[in-house]
């Protein structure tokens, strides 16, 4: 302090004091002045998305559920179609025959490409399909046999749905109702119609 009794000193050191107090006291960035994020809009908005959301999954849970019953649906009567040209194959191959039905060895080269067409060979629930996989049996019992020699026609199994995936695949048993390909077996009898038998009912 040595330029205390200057008064010229004094007065310059009163300014430079006022000077730096004056720079000082300028705004600064205050972080806290920003928009501040209101708690109860944001508590609001991760309800309203926790709902969106579980909407959704409720929804996916209803509707995914009913579109692959409506696939397995559609793979059955697909199937049963298949079936039913295939009896219908048989009558129209008897007919020419003496009402004699195919014989039961090779029946799918006997009616294959003459009388029904090879992809209605094929049944259309079986998992990776591939030309040598079929999924139709001939009900032995039926082969070769006269339609006059049937006693009750409508009553008369033909050809259904196999686990046997063999070509010409033949049977000696009745179908299974609870094949596993599709929760049942798809039955076609020798008046020409088709019905699914099933666990639960025998249609």
Not at 5 to 15: D, M, S, V, Y
Not at 96 to 101: G, S, T
Not at 136 to 154: C, E, H, I, N, Q
């Amino acid at each position: 302090m040595h330029w205390i009794g200057h008064p010229a000193k004094c007065l310059f050191a009163f300014r430079l004091s006022l000077s730096n107090q004056s720079c000082s006291s300028k705004r600064r960035p205050n972080m806290g002045s920003g928009p501040r994020l209101n708690s109860g809009a944001v508590s609001k908005w991760i309800i309203n998305a926790s709902v969106g959301a579980l909407s959704v999954l409720v929804i996916a849970a209803v509707v995914m559920p009913v579109l692959a019953c409506a696939k397995c649906v559609s793979v059955r009567s697909a199937c049963m179609s298949d079936l039913k040209q295939q009896v219908l194959a048989s009558l129209m191959y008897a007919s020419d025959y003496d009402d004699k039905l195919p014989r039961a060895e090779r029946w799918v080269d006997t009616l294959s490409p003459s009388y029904v067409k090879d992809p209605v060979l094929h049944c259309p629930s079986i998992e990776n399909p591939s030309p040598d996989k079929y999924g139709y049996a001939y009900y032995v019992r039926s082969a070769g046999r006269k339609l006059g020699s049937f006693k009750d026609p409508k009553t008369t199994v033909m050809f259904f749905d196999s686990e046997d995936l063999s070509r010409s695949a033949v049977s000696v048993d009745l179908p299974s109702a609870d094949l596993k390909r599709h929760g049942g077996a798809n039955v076609t009898y020798a008046d020409g119609h088709a019905q699914r038998w099933s666990l639960h009912a025998r249609q």
